[in-house]
């Protein structure tokens, strides 16, 4: 069925924005003092004019990427709005571009628009992933594990972190 609230010319006329968004967002969190590779959890929204996609595309936020939506999908003047908030991963440019380009297409796979993402941090109070304690080849394999999940952004996180080794 093809989408009618986002649709394929919005969805390829917006894919290079949605890049620099995310690296104007990594470097402006950069610059606030975040180090590559702190574990933060983002807040996200997407919006669409049906209540049954988001519903949709909540399932799948929570059942395959673990993540948490907030409150029911709710309508502001014929509007819907999905809200949630990710997993910790560690960010670094690379993978906040990853992670938007996969939300964006998720979005766009449900007629949603992926409208908006944060996450506030501390730059004095940092969390890393285990890098000692954990083996490349665990982290290559928890990757596959997220891929095989459908969780390609989590997948590729993972796999980000075999070079950091």
């Given at each position: 069925m093809?989408?009618?609230y ?11 924005d ?12 950069e ?29 799948l ?14 309508t502001?003047?014929?509007?819907w709005?999905?809200?949630g ?15 938007t380009?996969d939300?964006?297409?998720?979005g ?40 095989n ?17």
């Amino acid at each position: 069925m093809e989408n009618t609230y986002f649709t394929w010319a919005a969805f390829s006329k917006n894919y290079n924005d949605e890049i620099n968004s995310a690296d104007s967002v990594y470097f402006s969190m950069e610059s606030n003092g975040l180090t590559p590779y702190s574990m933060l959890a983002f807040d996200f929204h997407f919006l669409s004019d049906s209540k049954a996609n988001l519903n949709n595309l909540a399932l799948l936020l929570k059942n395959s990427y673990g993540y948490k939506v907030l409150g029911p999908v709710k309508t502001e003047n014929g509007v819907w709005d999905l809200s949630g908030k990710t997993s910790p991963f560690p960010v670094t440019a690379d993978n906040l571009v990853y992670w938007t380009l996969d939300m964006y297409k998720r979005g766009y796979e449900f007629d949603a628009k992926f409208d908006g993402f944060g996450a506030p941090f501390d730059k004095n109070n940092q969390i890393f992933p285990q890098f000692e304690a954990t083996t490349a080849d665990e982290f290559f394999n928890k990757g596959f594990d997220y891929y095989n999940q459908g969780n390609l952004s989590a997948a590729i996180a993972q796999w980000t972190n075999t070079q950091s080794e």
